[in-house]
């Protein structure tokens, strides 16, 4: 079967630095791709990482190891707005996305 | 980057009619589309993949004749739930990829609410 395993919530203060790991056990890999989603909206791409390694975007980082099956995503000064729920998702060899459970992430002032 | 458009972004509808729900790439030509539903709180689950010219593939435990999909060019792909029920009640997202790209890029999403 296919699994991708997440922390279900997160809770950090604005400024802070928070980390949400991923691990995923698929048929087929082609990269793993990191989702925001606002409450009642539609999820919104922040990242994908095909090969190894830390990818830097802005305040957002995410990083693979394809020998471990796993991937975090780092988000750096953290803000108010950045409290949605983060999805890291898996393209298998069909071209599909199987998406994670979701980490709700909550900032506080 | 690309947008794909989705409508209606909300719909009420009564228990045993059928609703449509399109989904259009509005700046790129998409071959395969992909349809998920999202129940509150949950994750998104793929429901089928929408192949322009041919038949979708659906994912297990999906009634395909209960959520017909037709991608019958490169800009649309619709799906129709038929004969709704008030457990079908839920946010359903397309997404699509430019050119089998890594980056998904997804619909609005519609909130089907059947009572």
């Known amino acids: 079967g296919q699994s991708l395993e997440q922390p279900s919530e997160v809770t950090a203060v604005e400024g802070a630095i928070v980390q949400i790991n991923c691990t995923y056990q698929?048929?087929?890999?082609?990269?793993l791709s990191w989702y925001q989603q606002h409450d009642g909206g539609a999820p919104t791409f922040l990242s994908y990482?095909?090969?190894?390694g830390l990818e830097e975007t802005g305040r957002f980082s995410s990083f693979l190891s394809r020998s471990d099956s796993y991937g975090y995503l780092l988000l750096q000064e953290l803000q108010m707005k950045d409290s949605a729920s983060y999805f890291c998702?898996?393209?298998?060899?069909?071209?599909?996305?199987?998406f994670g459970s979701g980490t709700r992430l909550l900032v506080r002032p | 980057g690309a947008v794909v458009s989705q409508h209606p972004s909300w719909v009420i509808c009564k228990s045993g009619t059928s609703v449509k729900i399109e989904c259009r790439s509005l700046?790129?030509?998409?071959?395969?589309m992909f349809w998920y539903r999202q129940f509150p709180k949950q994750s998104l689950m793929l429901m089928a993949t929408?192949?322009?010219?041919?038949?979708?593939?659906?994912e297990q435990g999906v009634e395909k004749d209960k959520f017909l999909i037709n991608h019958a060019s490169l800009t649309l792909s619709t799906l129709t739930v038929t004969s709704a029920h008030p457990e079908d009640s839920s946010f359903y997202i397309c997404?699509?990829?430019?050119?089998?790209?890594?980056?998904?890029?997804f619909g609005q999403g519609t909130r089907l609410t059947v009572v």
């Open positions: 997404s699509a990829s430019d050119d089998g790209g890594t980056e998904a890029f």
């Open positions: 698929t048929s087929g890999f082609y990269g």
């Open positions: 990482n095909a090969l190894d």
């Open positions: 998702a898996v393209m298998d060899s069909s071209y599909k996305l199987i």
């Open positions: 700046d790129f030509q998409a071959t395969t």
């Open positions: 929408s192949n322009e010219g041919s038949k979708a593939t659906y």
